[in-house]
């Protein structure tokens, strides 16, 4: 989640290069009691939408098949990346209550090409259903949920753990100026008929 399209933005190629300032943002999905991150759920397949620069992962969890898929809208004035899950029931029965969750982490400090971590901070705006990180480097990113999530969390709430123990995200609004702030959303979608599929999107840009 680069600043600038170039890995040198100036013609000092020994010295200045362009930020990189996503560390890590995916999904995560909790079926019942039984709850995981994507990143530890094996993948069935991986790689390009036929025809497109989307990228598109395949996994299976408790009976549901959970697709991710990753990409740049062309339609957005700032750097942009849209994520999208859409999770299907491909089983004959009614699945378990389904909650899908998400996680986003950004460095917006002033290192190069890996910006620094202190003093960042995330708050909440309910009005627009976004979360708004900025940090020492002077850029700000927005987290944008187009659908409005059952709850949002961030930093010292971090959604990571609260996954990780099969809980709910814990609202909050306000991480303080702080060391490596993240941020989370959870969709609460219930259980889900045989044949059912249900999906969510959120949108990161930055503002460099």
Same mark, same amino acid.
């Not at 609004?173 to 969709?187: E, I, K, L, P």
């Given at each position: 989640?680069?600043?600038?399209? =170039?890995?040198?933005?100036?013609? +000092?190629?020994?010295?200045?290069?362009?930020?990189?300032?996503?560390?890590?943002? &995916?999904?995560?999905?909790?079926?019942?009691?039984?709850?995981?991150?994507?990143?530890?759920? #094996?993948?069935?397949?991986?790689? =390009?939408?036929?025809?497109?620069?989307?990228?598109?992962?395949?996994?299976?969890?408790? *009976?549901?098949?959970?697709? %991710? &898929?990753?990409?740049? @809208?062309?339609?957005?004035?700032?750097?942009?990346?849209?994520?999208?899950?859409?999770?299907?029931?491909?089983?004959?029965? #009614?699945?378990?209550?389904?909650?899908?969750?998400?996680?986003?982490?950004?460095?917006?400090?002033?290192?190069?090409?890996?910006?620094?971590?202190?003093?960042?901070?995330?708050?909440?705006?309910?009005?627009?259903?976004? =979360?708004?990180?900025? *940090?020492?480097?002077?850029?700000?990113?927005?987290?944008?949920?187009?659908?409005? #999530?059952?709850?949002?969390?961030? %930093? #010292?709430?971090? @959604?990571?753990?609260?996954?990780?123990?099969?809980?709910?995200?814990? +609202?909050? $609004? +306000?991480?303080?100026?702080?060391? $490596?702030?993240?941020?989370?959303?959870? =969709?609460?979608? *219930?259980?889900?008929?045989?044949?059912?599929?249900?999906?969510?999107?959120?949108?990161?840009?930055? $503002?460099?």
């Amino acid at each position: 989640f680069h600043e600038h399209i =170039y890995k040198y933005p100036t013609s +000092d190629i020994a010295g200045t290069q362009t930020r990189d300032f996503l560390h890590d943002a &995916y999904f995560g999905i909790r079926v019942g009691t039984e709850a995981a991150w994507l990143t530890e759920i #094996p993948l069935d397949e991986a790689g =390009y939408v036929p025809g497109t620069g989307i990228l598109r992962t395949a996994q299976t969890f408790r *009976g549901l098949l959970v697709e %991710s &898929y990753y990409f740049a @809208p062309w339609n957005v004035a700032r750097p942009a990346l849209a994520m999208v899950v859409r999770v299907t029931n491909t089983g004959g029965s #009614p699945s378990g209550a389904v909650s899908l969750f998400t996680i986003h982490n950004l460095h917006l400090g002033t290192g190069r090409p890996d910006p620094d971590l202190d003093g960042e901070r995330i708050t909440w705006n309910g009005t627009a259903g976004a =979360y708004v990180e900025t *940090g020492t480097g002077g850029a700000a990113a927005v987290v944008l949920s187009p659908s409005a #999530p059952s709850r949002h969390a961030c %930093s #010292p709430n971090n @959604p990571w753990f609260a996954v990780n123990d099969g809980t709910d995200l814990v +609202d909050t $609004d +306000d991480s303080g100026t702080m060391w $490596d702030a993240v941020s989370g959303f959870q =969709y609460d979608l *219930g259980p889900l008929s045989a044949g059912a599929s249900v999906g969510r999107v959120v949108v990161l840009a930055l $503002d460099s």
